[in-house]
Structure formats: structure tokens, C-alpha cells
């Protein structure tokens, strides 16, 4: 899929599966439905078809992400009876811009909703939350986190930093809404506790990384965290031990502290779980793009060449891989149909509903199967 222009920041999936929009530089955002059916999109490069829409966002987009009113649990936000924004059961699409502003589109008429303003520096992540309660976390390079509510016409309930950290460049929450990790600069990976979003708490720094993290990601049972640095690795923390379990090095030998800590060439810059539990993508300075499987630390799964990735995601299902580049281009890798063992997918069960690995330990079962539940092997 190439489209004219340059620097794709940011790729996004709808948390239905049913749409797909990336940046494209030169302030344009794409959006194309896709048909989770035949896990394809429903429209060609050379018939774009009504269906396809084009966002002018007035600046350069760093930022995607979509947000959606349908949940399973009420959201967070008090009942009030006016708003200036009207977001039922419709989808909204979330665009971060170089001089920090939020701009909210309405994904059926394309018309800009709303502009949330705050930051003062490039939106680097934003990410809705997974409940359907329309809370927006962004991540920006004044180095703070803020937290917007959609349900309370976007206002600005919170905003967090973290001691030493100049520059936030990821974040992303937990399957079941209640923590978040961001990281950034100066080796930052820190957690926060979101039970309540209007009193966010922080929880914890992780340590691991010996260069600045540009990456991270919640495995979907949300036992596990993914972080990718210039360190030319990507760490998997157990979420609530804080243990680093996996290190899935991108250089080989592994380099030494002081090559790891400064500029070499192989930055991790992003990072993507499938839904699966078991596979995590990265794109790599050295042009391609791996597949790890989480229990073989030492040996991607698959490689594929892409040169110049910046950032990659999966789509909702982990059928297929988004890979945006330097040049504006999108590489969709589809990956390859897989049948999880009956055993990790119970595992998957289990701690979306014991999430705390602390909390494995009072089962009344085997050592050797709390041990797999907290993927120690």
C-alpha cells in the first residue's frame, strides 16, 4: 500500500477489526474499511471507492488511534445531561499533531469534532481505553501523560510526569482498563494505577533497559509487558512482579553496555503483541522486522525485510501485522494461521481472571502449574 508522502508515525486498527487508518505525512491521515472476512481491505489503491476517506489534519500526525462507545461495563464517566460532544455507539478517531494538539474526528461524516488542547510538544502515542469508556491517554514530548475524557466533552482530568523522564514516546493500558504503562527517555518504563482515572497513581519504574524506550505493549491477558529501546532490545516484564522474564536481543553478539547505552544501529522502535499471547513483532534500524515466539528468546520465528519500519501494530484478531515506514508506505504482513495448545489458551483464561501473578501463588494447585501460569516456561 504506498501512498505519496513521508513518515508514516502512526498506524491504527479500529477495536472492531472493521477499519485501518495511518499517517501519511504531510498532515494527511487515511482511512480504509477492511473486511474481516477475507482479511482484506475492501478497496484498491487505484478504486478507492466511497468508503475511503481522507483527513486533512492541518500539520504533521505523530499520533492515531480510534475510540468506541460500546463496552461491556458502563464507563467511568458521572451522567451529565448536556454535552457538546455526541459519541453513541459511534466510532471516533484520535489524531496527535506537532504543536500538541488533539484533534477528534467523527469516523461516518469525517468532520472534526473537537480539539483538545493542553501539551505543549508533539503527541507521540495516544491510546483509548480498551472499556469503551471513551478515556484518552496521551503521551507527548513536553514529557507529561494526559488523561481526557470523551463522555465529559474532552476535558482534562489528570496530568502525570515522571522524575527525570523529558519525553514520553508510548503508551498503552492493561486489557481490563485499570493500569497503564508508559515509557520514554533516560530508560523510563513506568506503570500507573488508572482504577480511578481521575486519581491516577503511580505505581512503579521498571529497570532493565540501558537506553532511552520507545515502545510498549500489553500482552491480551495482561500478565505481560513489552518494551522496546535503542538498547537494541526488547524486554517482557511480568505486569504486577515487575520481573523481566524474556530479553529478545536484536543484535548479535549482544553488545556491551556502552554501545547498548549510545547511538548504534539497531534501535527497537516498536513493538506489537498478537492476540494470540504467544507472538510479538518488532521493527528494528536494521531493516527488518521480527516474529518472536515469547517462549524462544533467542531465535525470531519470522524475519521480513522492511526498510526504514518506524512503527507496527496488529489488528484485533493478530491475523495481520501493520508496518509503517519512512517513505509514507504501510506493509501489511499477514500472519500465518496458528492453533494454540489447549494449555495456553486456559493460561490466557486463567489470568484474565487472576490477573496479579502474586495472586497465582494462593490457587490451590501445583507448583509446576503456577509456575506456567506465570509464564516461567
Given at each position: 500500500m504506498r501512498t505519496p508522502g513521508c513518515h508514516t508515525w502512526s498506524t491504527a486498527w479500529s477495536p472492531d477489526g472493521s477499519l485501518f487508518a495511518w499517517s501519511c505525512g504531510h498532515r494527511i491521515v487515511k482511512l480504509i474499511p477492511w473486511d474481516k472476512r477475507r482479511n482484506r481491505s475492501q478497496v484498491l489503491d487505484t478504486e478507492l471507492g466511497e468508503n475511503y476517506r481522507s483527513f486533512d489534519c492541518g500539520e504533521i500526525v505523530w499520533s492515531l488511534a480510534f475510540g468506541s462507545s460500546s463496552a461491556e461495563r458502563k464507563p467511568f464517566s458521572i451522567e451529565i445531561n448536556f454535552h457538546h460532544l455526541h459519541i453513541i455507539n459511534d466510532m471516533i478517531m484520535a489524531t496527535g499533531l506537532t504543536s500538541g494538539r488533539i484533534r477528534i474526528w467523527d469516523i461516518k461524516t469525517g468532520k472534526l469534532m473537537s480539539e483538545l488542547v493542553d501539551h505543549t510538544k508533539e503527541?507521540?502515542?495516544?491510546?483509548?481505553?480498551?472499556?469503551?469508556?471513551?478515556?484518552l491517554v496521551s503521551a507527548s514530548r513536553d514529557g507529561s501523560l494526559k488523561v481526557w475524557d470523551m463522555?465529559?466533552?474532552?476535558?482534562?482530568?489528570?496530568?502525570?510526569?515522571?522524575?527525570?523522564?523529558?519525553?514520553f514516546n508510548s503508551v498503552a493500558w492493561s486489557p481490563n482498563a485499570k493500569t497503564i504503562v508508559a515509557v520514554g527517555q533516560n530508560k523510563t518504563v513506568?506503570?500507573?494505577?488508572?482504577?480511578?482515572?481521575?486519581?491516577?497513581?503511580?505505581?512503579?519504574?521498571?529497570?532493565?533497559?540501558?537506553?532511552?524506550?520507545?515502545?510498549?505493549?500489553?500482552?491480551p491477558d495482561g500478565a505481560l509487558i513489552a518494551t522496546a529501546s535503542y538498547d537494541t532490545r526488547v524486554l517482557l516484564f511480568d505486569a504486577f512482579t515487575y520481573d523481566v522474564l524474556k530479553e529478545f536481543c536484536?543484535?548479535?553478539?549482544?553488545?556491551?553496555?556502552?554501545?547498548?547505552?549510545?547511538?548504534?544501529?539497531?534501535?527497537?522502535?516498536?513493538?506489537?503483541?498478537?492476540?494470540?499471547?504467544?507472538?510479538?513483532?518488532?521493527?528494528?534500524?536494521?531493516?527488518?522486522?521480527?516474529?518472536?515466539?515469547?517462549?524462544?528468546?533467542?531465535?525470531?520465528?519470522?524475519?521480513?525485510k522492511v526498510e526504514n519500519a518506524l512503527c507496527c501494530g496488529y489488528n484485533a484478531s493478530g491475523s495481520v501485522l501493520a508496518v509503517g515506514t519512512k517513505q509514507g508506505t504501510v506493509s501489511l504482513l499477514a500472519a500465518a494461521p496458528t492453533v494454540e495448545s489447549l494449555?495456553?489458551?486456559?493460561?490466557?483464561?486463567?489470568?484474565?481472571?487472576?490477573?496479579?501473578?502474586?495472586?497465582?501463588?494462593f490457587l490451590q494447585i501445583p507448583i509446576k502449574m503456577k509456575e506456567f501460569l506465570k509464564y516461567h516456561y
Open positions: 503527541i507521540l502515542s495516544l491510546k483509548f481505553s480498551p472499556d469503551g469508556s471513551l478515556i463522555n465529559d466533552d474532552g476535558n482534562m482530568t489528570k496530568t502525570l510526569r515522571c522524575n527525570g523522564c523529558s519525553c513506568a506503570i500507573f494505577d488508572m482504577s480511578d482515572y481521575k486519581k491516577p497513581v503511580l505505581k512503579n519504574r521498571l529497570k532493565g533497559h540501558h537506553n532511552n524506550v520507545l515502545g510498549c505493549d500489553f500482552s536484536h543484535a548479535y553478539p549482544p553488545p556491551r553496555l556502552i554501545y547498548a547505552s549510545g547511538a548504534n544501529d539497531n534501535y527497537v522502535r516498536g513493538v506489537s503483541f498478537s492476540q494470540d499471547g504467544i507472538h510479538v513483532a518488532t521493527v528494528c534500524d536494521d531493516q527488518y522486522v521480527r516474529i518472536w515466539n515469547i517462549f524462544d528468546e533467542f531465535v525470531p520465528e519470522k524475519v521480513f494449555e495456553h489458551i486456559c493460561r490466557l483464561v486463567v489470568r484474565r481472571n487472576v490477573a496479579n501473578s502474586s495472586k497465582v501463588d
